[in-house]
């Protein structure tokens, strides 16, 4: 499993939609009440919204810094492309 793989997955809505509901049931099964899990459930699904943030933001970053390496351009020597019809 690559690094990229494993981004995608902890920034599935999927997977943290899963996560809530086992661990509410959980708790409603351990004897929590409805609110204390749907409580923890919201907890989770921020903490979700959080990570998916992170992972997005460093992903666009490194995005931006390897495309910046791309496409310098030299003043000196302009793309073929830009030259005006005169």
Do not use: C, N
Request: proline content about 2%.
């Amino acid at each position: 499993m690559t690094k990229e793989d494993i981004i995608r997955k902890l920034t599935s809505r999927k997977l943290w939609v899963a996560l809530v509901g086992f661990v509410t049931g959980l708790l409603v099964y351990l004897g929590q009440t409805e609110a204390q899990a749907a409580q923890l459930g919201a907890l989770i699904m921020s903490f979700g919204s959080l990570i998916a943030y992170i992972f997005g933001e460093g992903m666009i970053d490194a995005a931006r810094e390897s495309s910046d390496k791309f496409f310098v351009q030299d003043e000196a020597h302009p793309p073929e492309d830009a030259h005006t019809a005169e």
